[in-house]
């Protein structure tokens, strides 16, 4: 049973380029969060999605960052116009379907993204 | 101030040695407790999850929630050098937020 799959891991940019990050959920999860994680810091949430909806936004910067997650296929995380502060390592995590059991969210690999 | 503080560590023992992992939050609607471990350059792997006051065990690792106090713990029996990782405690208001509020980890070794 394959887990949080994120692409790519590795990500550069330079400076105004657009970064897009993907997440597939673990089979059977539906919902869909994503993280970031600065150097030595714990992770903060950004958003909290379901298929074609968004939950919660409230740790989503409110300029250049968006996210989606459509009935097929994987969730975006996208940045328009990266500056040097967006590098970090962003996570995708996933949760069950199952009322209930919502908090218990698997963490995919994540994807590095350097700003040059 | 940050609704989640953890230990900074690092920490370094010994192996077999118990580690005591620490947490305090100032949210008292946080009712649900995790764990999380992490390695280097890795996705948070989950421990333990708990939304009771109390212990809960699962092998080597207990988790220990005190609401009054505002304070988890996370306890390793007989630690072994695989454990050296960093560790995050995590939380949440209920079921259906979602969102999980992060510690910022302690980085522990553990020497054979």
């Known amino acids: 049973n394959a887990g949080v799959m994120q692409n790519p891991r590795h990500l550069v940019r330079r400076r105004g380029q657009e970064a897009r990050l993907r997440c597939s959920p673990m089979?059977?999860?539906?919902?869909v969060y994503w993280y970031r994680q600065l150097p030595e810091e714990g992770l903060k949430f950004m958003v909290y999605?379901?298929?074609?909806?968004?939950?919660?936004e409230s740790g989503m910067p409110k300029e250049r960052f968006s996210a989606e997650f459509p009935k097929e296929g994987p969730s975006i995380l996208r940045i328009q116009q990266v500056v040097r502060g967006d590098s970090a390592a962003y996570f995708c995590?996933?949760?069950?379907?199952?009322?209930?059991?919502?908090?218990?969210?698997?963490f995919g690999p994540g994807t590095r993204l350097t700003v040059t | 101030q940050k609704e989640v503080e953890q230990d900074p560590g690092p920490l370094s023992v010994p192996e077999g040695a118990i580690v005591s992992l620490n947490c305090t939050y100032s949210?008292?609607?946080?009712?649900?407790f995790m764990w999380y471990r992490q390695y280097s350059r890795k996705g948070p792997e989950l421990l333990m999850y708990?939304?009771?006051?109390g212990n809960k065990e699962d092998g080597r690792f207990t988790a220990q929630v005190d609401k009054s106090s505002k304070y988890i713990s996370l306890f390793i029996r007989d630690s072994q050098p695989s454990d050296s990782a960093t560790y995050l405690c995590?939380?949440?208001?209920?079921?259906?937020?979602?969102?999980?509020?992060f510690g910022d980890g302690t980085t522990l070794t553990v020497k054979p």
């Open positions: 999605l379901q298929k074609e909806n968004i939950i919660d």
């Open positions: 995590a939380m949440s208001e209920n079921r259906n937020a979602g969102k999980s509020t």
């Open positions: 708990t939304y009771s006051s």
């Open positions: 089979k059977g999860h539906s919902h």
């Open positions: 995590a996933s949760s069950p379907s199952v009322a209930g059991s919502r908090d218990e969210q698997y």
């Open positions: 949210n008292s609607a946080f009712q649900y």
